[in-house]
């Protein structure tokens, strides 16, 4: 994982940019991000926008960091349960206690990421917890099960390697989802057996857009009806060659397109894909 500057300036530079204020848990979420920085050897930071129609979300963000022990674990709890002090707001995370058990190797983890998505309607905010998990069949099937038979098939039929990424959404009202994003490298995809596969289960308007990836991976929840695709691009600049966004959509990635940008993902709905113009869209960029 690659270090540079501490986060705190960029999220305050994304603050002034989608003029965010005075919004619930952000400062308790700007305060985690400079105790992982004190405790990990190494950080990311990813701000985001989520865009829907005339309306932006931008109170988005999530840290990376490199997990090694239930010690710092139990640091992302505390910041968990700091959120819970306001009245009106009950964090469930009892799905993640289920996960992580008393036996979790972190060995086994590739990523792991905190994050925070805030709205103005305290029932509509959110801290999210996102890993990747590799070679791990014990947790991957527990994963599976907790996000319900339902989906299992298509799960399985997404997973052509041993990496899955793993989502927790616990809401402030208490609400908690898990879910499943097989991830899809390149390398995967270019083998005529998983392309083969792919097709079987992903619609051809959600594989055109592979070959300008580095990765791909597909969202699975009981909580959505639809899948979520999310694409991270080999370059950055391709996004509005392929993506035909509104305006909203287009004033964000040009704000980012002058930051220190390491990577970018976009994520959206199917049915969006067959849009003339996308209306709804989650932009993310990792500095």
């Known amino acids: 994982m690659k270090i540079l500057a501490k986060k705190s300036p960029f999220i305050a530079a994304?603050?002034?940019a989608f003029e965010i204020e005075n919004?619930?848990?952000?400062?308790?979420?700007k305060s985690f991000v400079e105790t992982v920085e004190n405790i990990a050897d190494g950080c990311s930071l990813e701000a985001s926008c989520k865009v829907e129609v005339d309306r932006i979300y931008p109170a988005r963000f999530f840290v990376e960091?490199?997990?090694k022990t239930t010690e710092q674990l139990q640091i992302v709890i505390d910041f968990f349960n700091q959120i819970?002090?306001?009245?009106?707001?009950?964090?469930?995370?009892?799905?993640?206690?289920?996960?992580?058990?008393?036996?979790?190797?972190f060995s086994r983890l590739k990523e792991f990421l905190?994050?925070?998505?805030?709205?103005?309607?305290?029932?509509?905010?959110?801290?999210?917890l996102a890993l990747t998990i590799e070679n791990y069949p014990e947790k991957q099937e527990l994963a599976i099960a907790l996000n319900g038979k339902d989906l299992e098939a298509d799960v399985q039929m997404l997973l052509v390697n041993n990496l899955l990424h793993i989502g927790f959404d616990c809401g402030f009202n208490g609400r908690s989802n898990i879910e499943l994003y097989p991830y899809i490298k390149k390398q995967d995809w270019q083998q005529?057996?998983?392309?083969?596969?792919l097709r079987q289960v992903l619609s051809p308007a959600v594989l055109q857009h592979f070959p300008i990836c580095k990765r791909v991976s597909v969202g699975l929840s009981q909580a959505n009806s639809e899948r979520k695709i999310y694409y991270y691009l080999e370059n950055i600049n391709d996004f509005l060659s392929y993506f035909p966004v509104n305006d909203i959509a287009r004033r964000v990635h040009a704000y980012y397109q002058q930051q220190p940008v390491e990577e970018m993902a976009v994520a959206l709905l199917e049915s969006e894909l067959e849009a003339e113009t996308i209306?709804?869209?989650?932009l993310y960029y990792i500095i």
């Open 14 to 16: 994304h603050e002034q």
């Open 192 to 197: 005529v057996d998983i392309q083969q596969q």
């Open 65 to 67: 960091f490199n997990l």
């Open 84 to 105: 819970n002090t306001r009245i009106g707001v009950k964090v469930n995370y009892s799905l993640i206690d289920k996960f992580f058990g008393g036996d979790f190797d």
């Open 279 to 282: 209306q709804k869209i989650n």
């Open 114 to 128: 905190v994050g925070v998505d805030l709205r103005r309607e305290l029932t509509e905010s959110s801290v999210d």
């Open 23 to 29: 919004i619930y848990a952000l400062d308790i979420f």
